[in-house]
């Protein structure tokens, strides 16, 4: 007889408190709280299979409230995923295991999205159900076809970005979306009565949703609920009353079970509680069984789906999309040769903007984007439509005024795979988007950032729309490559360095003002190395001259007059930085050589240009915040 | 005879599209759109003094939609204020004019905040409603009795701090808020219905707040939407219906007058439209007469409040409060004499709480709080009561999960004045809040941020909450000072240093683990120079150790490995490099001189240490995400 869904769940909950008793570090209320509504969901709801994790039409699952990962590390194991094996479990938070304090998507298969920084895992929950639906419209229901299920926690609804990416899943109509919100009560804290009075759910129906409630500690009321979700058109937020830590019989419901170790007492007075009184970190094999076959419940289905792929005309290019592998074809070449042959003066943001001509014809699976400055961005190329709620099929989305909420659904978006999103803000607003990005770098998420008006050189906005220090706070994140061009040529060679990293984000930082051509060969893509010598100063080279974007016209100039007084420098263009430290030794020892003074221009802050230019080096920028005028008057 | 209302908002119109036009930069619709309703705000409601803009209990205004700069311009001109003139009105967006790009609360009195970046003004505008609420309950109605207004745009309230604040406001019953919506359903990309499809009313509704709506074109209703907020108890919404550009006949209610000038051709259209026939930049003397006559309304009330100052036993101290000045008697002397006394071994956030004991004790102003981190952040000390709906007097604020609100609210509060705000969140979280610290330190705010759990030391909560690259992408920021003390005398320093610091906001760095004490004398802040030599490898040093924080110990090892093997090492102990940089040349060549090896240890990035370890030097921290594990394992 198959084990009932309560005893199924006091497995979660077992794994649960034990693992983190093991380690005396964790959360065990969320798990142990939500269990329930979580094996609801895994053994009768989710579409997956174990077996292969990436199916690429498996429902996704994002567990947004990071913190109780011990609920879908109890999941996975439980359902049959090859890892996290009891072992893992048993290593929970140590070096060395894949379960770690919060759940990453780089260590664990099945789970979708790293979380934990909360509120996000909802907003990229909004781009995995974008990016299914933008699939489904080109490739039909055939090979796109599935839900994304995410489970929040009071923190998750608190964050501002949940209110920027559920708004947009509202407007949006995501039906295949659903919230399962795990209302507790109870936050760090204490009681969530400390710090918020608000009404979620009429909050939730204001953005277009479907509401629903129901006891998440009872099976078939959470059942109900999630039939009731399933029949509704609009994304459905599910609201599971429970109680935290649950099981727990002296400090259930109270923030102590939260983020700390229940005890050795009272993991014993838990089992007791919930009649399971097997020793940790054991299943008896009759619920495993039960969770096993549960978790091979979509195994017809994900071969019917086989079959369909197999069948379809369009399965090859849907799986290399999903594969994330641009066409062989792709190539930016005899756009740069036009470049070479009639040089022009622009903008980079308008400079990408005609590279992205050249791409969108190319790949199909770009997705472009603003946060409401299309037209400064120059994100939209004239053959994109508007991805809309009545036209899924369109590949640009006006995302509003959420900086935020793009930059997570566009995370969201390629977690899903089999697109490539594109998103455009203003370089200051990009302190906005900040906690994404980190994502998209910890996440290794291909997603590229397209930050224009770049320096001072915007001009008379003034001081709030000024970056000064984003471009060396993006330098300092690990795993994202900054990318700042000088010129139209560059900014194609950037583009194209960034589509083909498809395990780093990249931010193309781009100017507001005209700038003009520097580069008037194009025989290989030079901003691959990070930077190159774009003058040579020659024999008598007593200077070096870094600069990047719009200031390399200037070093240009500088090198001019100096060449002018006898002294004769180099000018280093270095678009990526990330991109030339990654150089051999001896290719950055030619560049940037012990015999000479390196300057660096760049207007923005200078910290970290010391890295290049050493003590005795000079370094132009600004340190301070700028003004408002115009541009010509700024510099 | 008085100028009638629509003739007074004209004039505001006029001023708007005539300023944009000259700079030929600008957005002439916002102001255009609003100006009745900010005509009858200005002129019948806002309580003010133009004649002395510092006026304690003035009502404050917040223009959120900072980019409708020339609405404040405006009514600060046609008020009465002595800044702006017509002069710097000419000059908008020009070098030298104070009517900058966007309004900054550093050029212009009269303007409370700086603001352009969306949702943040009413952010702020929540924290001051809260310092109003807090400065009445302690020195009551007769000191202590204004409102806090806001205008806001879409923009504003599809950002995600709007939901964060709004939240925030709901659960305080912050009846003093009016929020002015702008509703015009244009937005830079087109109609709001490209992005949103929310109903934004019932929104604020589920926050508890009143909400309530006016043909914002028509006086008499915007008048009756006014008073209804005023009778009703719960902070208000009010809801605008207006035309973007109104009196531009070809462009209002279009995306065109957003942000650009509206061109001659149009605003000679739109002065038909008008009917004002004055030339650009002339008010005709009745109509500013009828305006100056407005803005002296408030003058008897401030003149009754100046004499209940006078008669008030609660004055001096008041004044002093709101002065920003610290009692001259406050010392942390015997607080730090006690820690040399007797030396501990304790975490520098544990520390924090130590210190602010001994200043919450002398300092009546400062409200701390955190963001549902309150136990970790050891923010609150035992003699701060909560400061609730129920009881504004209380010092201690339970923010919820709201970091960017936190941080914004805060900037409201000291720009309110009379409060020093403090506020904790993991210092990884400080890229949530990061857009608000921008703003404290552009607008010069006494903010105090309690970044804790600052390295990978936190341990295992993995990479997710281990901040890299935080510490320098702050750094980096201009008037911000960074601080991480290496153990509890430090860290006592740091706080006291932070909080004489009237014009720049300051992050505090601290440890989750503990650090053993290092300090044994404590004659004077050593911390105040930035960096000071801790221990002096004596004759034979050949090698100088820069660190901080946690780090600074590890140093201290090598430095005494180093010896055993017969080479001297300095080691620097460098809580502050902004104001190490602030030194003058001898105190920094001294400390860090041609002739050694540098090496700079810090559990972070390397990136900008290089400042001070040249291209010779050598640089140990971390340039990749961490990872899940106890502290001990990870080091």
Redesign the interface.
């Known amino acids: 007889m198959p084990a009932d869904t309560r005893t199924l769940a006091n497995a979660v909950r077992a794994l649960s408190m034990d693992a983190v008793q093991a380690?005396n570090?964790?959360h065990p209320g969320m798990p142990m709280g939500m269990a329930d509504d979580a094996t609801v969901l895994w053994t009768e709801y989710l579409k997956h299979d174990p077996a292969d994790p990436a199916w690429p039409d498996r429902d996704r699952f994002v567990l947004s409230a990071?913190h109780g990962s011990m609920l879908i590390y109890s999941l996975l194991h439980l359902t049959g995923y090859e890892r996290p094996t009891l072992e893992d479990i048993r290593g929970f938070?140590?070096?060395?295991?894949p379960c770690?304090?919060?759940p990453?998507n780089f260590l664990l298969d099945g789970v979708e999205a790293?979380?934990?920084?909360?509120g996000q895992g909802v907003a990229m929950a909004v781009g995995m159900a974008i990016a299914e639906r933008h699939l489904n419209a080109e490739f039909g229901d055939d090979l796109v076809d599935h839900r994304t299920w995410v489970i929040a926690g009071?923190?998750c609804l608190?964050?501002?970005?949940?209110?920027?990416a559920a708004?947009?899943a509202?407007?949006l109509g995501l039906g295949r979306l659903n919230v399962i919100w795990d209302d507790n009560r109870i936050?760090?804290?204490?009681g969530t009565d400390?710090?918020?009075?608000?009404?979620?759910e009429?909050?939730y129906?204001?953005?277009?949703w479907h509401v629903t409630r129901c006891d998440g500690l009872d099976a078939d009321d959470v059942r109900r609920a999630y039939d009731e979700a399933l029949a509704d058109p609009r994304p459905s937020l599910i609201a599971c009353r429970t109680i935290i830590g649950y099981g727990a019989p002296n400090k259930q419901g109270t923030a102590a079970t939260h983020g700390a170790a229940l005890g050795e007492d009272e993991v014993a007075a838990a089992r007791a509680e919930l009649g399971w009184e097997h020793p940790a970190f054991e299943i008896p094999a009759g619920i495993l069984e039960s969770w096993r076959q549960a978790g091979r419940r979509s195994q017809g289905a994900h071969a019917d789906w086989k079959a369909r792929l197999a069948a379809s005309n369009q399965g090859t290019e849907f799986s290399r999309r999903m594969a994330g592998a641009l066409p062989e074809s792709f190539s930016l070449s005899d756009y740069i040769q036009g470049l070479v042959d009639e040089p022009q003066k622009m903008a980079t943001r308008k400079a990408s903007e005609l590279a992205l001509g050249a791409i969108n014809a190319q790949l199909l699976e770009t997705i472009g984007g603003?946060a409401?400055?299309?037209?400064?961005n120059n994100t939209k190329t004239k053959d994109q439509n508007?991805l809309t709620k009545d036209d899924y099929s369109g590949r640009y989305l006006?995302?509003?005024?959420?900086?935020?909420?793009m930059a997570a659904a566009m995370n969201g978006m390629a977690l899903h795979g089999g697109v490539i999103p594109y998103g455009g803000t203003f370089l200051?607003?990009s302190?906005?988007c900040?906690?994404a990005i980190?994502?998209s770098?910890?996440q290794q998420a291909r997603v590229i950032y397209v930050m224009t008006h770049d320096s001072i050189g915007l001009?008379?906005?003034?001081?709030?729309?000024q970056p000064?220090?984003q471009l060396?706070?993006l330098?300092?994140?690990?795993?994202l490559h900054v990318y700042r061009p000088a010129d139209a040529v560059e900014t194609a060679e950037c583009w194209e360095l960034a589509l083909r990293e498809a395990a780093t984000p990249s931010v193309l930082a781009l100017s507001r003002q005209n700038l003009g051509q520097l580069r008037h060969k194009a025989t290989e893509n030079l901003c691959a190395k990070g930077a190159y010598l774009l003058r040579d100063g020659g024999e008598g080279r007593r200077v070096v001259l870094l600069a990047t974007g719009s200031e390399v016209a200037l070093a240009l100039d500088v090198a001019d007059a100096l060449d002018e007084r006898g002294v004769g420098a180099d000018v280093l263009s270095m678009p990526c930085w990330e991109r030339f430290d990654a150089q051999p030794d001896d290719y950055r020892a030619e560049l940037i050589p012990?015999d000479a003074l390196i300057v660096s221009i760049e207007a923005g802050?200078t910290?970290?240009w010391?890295?290049?230019?050493?003590?005795?080096g000079l370094n132009i920028g600004l340190?301070?915040?700028g003004?408002?005028?115009?541009a010509a008057?700024?510099f």
Chains 1, 2 share one sequence.
Do not use: C, K
């Not at 006006?398 to 909420?405: L, T, V």
């Open positions: 380690a570090s964790g990071g938070r140590q070096l060395g295991s770690a304090g919060h990453e790293t979380t934990g920084p909360l009071d923190g608190m964050e501002g970005v949940n209110h920027e708004g947009l509202g407007h936050t760090i804290d204490g400390l710090s918020t009075s608000e009404d979620i009429a909050r129906a204001a953005y277009g603003s409401d400055l299309t037209g400064s508007p006006y995302y509003g005024i959420r900086e935020f909420g200051i607003f302190d906005y900040r906690p980190r994502l770098a910890l001009g008379e906005d003034g001081p709030t729309h000064i220090e060396m706070g330098r300092a994140m690990p795993n012990e802050a910290l970290g010391e890295r290049y230019t050493g003590r005795a340190d301070r915040f003004a408002s005028a115009p008057d700024l």
